[in-house]
């Protein structure tokens, strides 16, 4: 069992309204379970929202809103759904300011992405879950 960020699995949460449905994650729901989770849903956000960003250690809206509160409070809720489970591996979406692992954009709004790892994926590495990206598969 592994955690997916749920817009890989076509859910429709992303910031956007729309999703991120994925061939090979799409697949591999076939053969494992998979458990959807949008933490920034979690952390309370409505569907659609404002685009976010990482700036440091913050997250901030396109028009300037320090959102790192809900970000972490969506997190948390990430990480008590997977001890719940024990679960110990996740897939989530590549660059997301939440679900991002290894790559995630830069504060500027511009396109340019940057190595680290998002709100979400930090706290699950460090309470040891394996976090892989869709890239991965
Ligand atoms: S927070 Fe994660 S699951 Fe939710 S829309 Fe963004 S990338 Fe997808």
């Given at each position: 069992m592994k955690l997916c960020s749920a817009c890989l699995l076509?859910?429709?949460?992303?910031?956007?309204?729309?999703d991120k449905a994925n061939e090979k994650v799409l697949e591999l729901a076939k053969r494992e379970i998979l458990v959807p989770v949008c933490p920034e849903q979690l952390g309370g956000?409505?569907?659609?929202r404002e685009q976010t960003e990482p700036k440091g250690d913050r997250v901030v809206t396109k028009?300037?809103?320090?959102v790192t509160d809900i970000f972490e409070k969506g997190a948390e809720q990430v990480l008590k759904i997977a001890k719940a489970k024990g679960i110990k591996s996740a897939i989530l979406k590549q660059k997301?300011?939440?679900?991002?692992?290894g790559k995630i954009y830069n504060?500027?709004?511009?396109?340019i992405i940057i190595e680290g790892d998002g709100i979400t994926t930090k706290l699950l590495k460090e309470n040891g879950v394996e976090v892989l990206t869709e890239e991965d598969l």
């Open positions: 076509g859910i429709k949460c992303r910031y956007d309204g729309g956000l409505s569907t659609p028009s300037g809103v320090d997301s300011p939440s679900c991002g692992c504060g500027t709004f511009s396109g």
